[in-house]
């Protein structure tokens, strides 16, 4: 028997940074994200040698020592697979350790801005969420994932890339000052997603592993700053994520209704106080990036996640589709199209 799990990645279109805790425990926050066809995998083979094994793809790293109630960490080697593991042990399988074989891999590097990490967390739990029988729904499979990735593991960042893996499709999603969440799914009719997918295209920079670990850290060092900052009260910070927050509520409804002009609107304001938050979320071969794209039949440009790097979100008119995707295809990057999922975590069993 073969237990496998899927989780979608996102790409935020507007709100992003609000879903922190240091800001939206005070404020409440506001984020419109999507899921796309980019994945974190998972696939659990249990076993009855007294083994765990872990093998992940995506960051080259194995783990293989005898059956634990509790596996030790070891540094950043697979801190989030040891995290999950030592969770579920504890909380639902009453202490008692479990063997098995493990492995996962991802569509995308850890660092890229499209939420991997916390996507990779939901799908590790929800293999063991089918495999041991957990039955959590799920807001409790988003909320337990937070738990592990920001209390357990104390790693920084916000809320939505959980909730965005969990649910799946288009979400607004509210962050409330009581620390609960309500996401709120859109339903949109498939012409105008259809529209949306001709209008969007990612453009990754990254050509190496050593690449993805650098913007994995820049992303953190945005992230501490952000926090820094709204912990200070510092008024541009400040200003600059209330605008992001209300620049989601009115996103939400040009989603909705298809304003294509004014959608692209929100992102460009949406960047622009993006970079208000943080003094190293932008830097110069980012801005020469977008500027190249805006040239060359780009109307907006978003980066995903932290900022610093990683996947930029580039939006056009159709008509102008082909001429924007050559232009960025003469940089090092990747051109990637965007197809929307409106499934969140999947598993499923394999019987040998």
Known sequence: MEIRSRAPLRIGLAGGGTDLESYSNKFGGAVLNATIGMYAYCTIIPTNDNKIVIH?????????????????????????????????????????????????????????????????????????????GLGLNDYQKAGLAYEIERIDLKLSGGKQDQYAAVFGGFNFMEFKTDSSVIVNSLRLQDARINEFECSLLLYYSGKSRKSADQQLVLSKNIITSQISNTEKQSNETIDAMRNLKENAYLMKDYVLTGNMKAFANCLRVGWENKKKTSSIVSNIELEETINFALSNGGEAVKVSGAGGGGFLMLYCNPVNRQKLIDAMETLPGRVYPVRFSKAGVESWIVEN
């Open 56 to 132: 992940s793809y995506d960051n080259k790293n194995n783990l293989e020592i005898e059956s634990t109630p509790e596996i030790p960490f070891d540094g950043d080697n697979l801190i989030l697979h040891r995290g999950v593991y030592n969770r579920i042990v504890k909380d639902y399988n009453n202490g008692k350790p479990l063997s098995f074989i493990m492995s996962t891999s991802n569509d995308a590097p850890i660092g890229s801005g499209l939420g991997t990490s916390s996507t990779m967390v939901v799908a590790i739990l929800e293999a063991f969420n089918r495999w041991l």
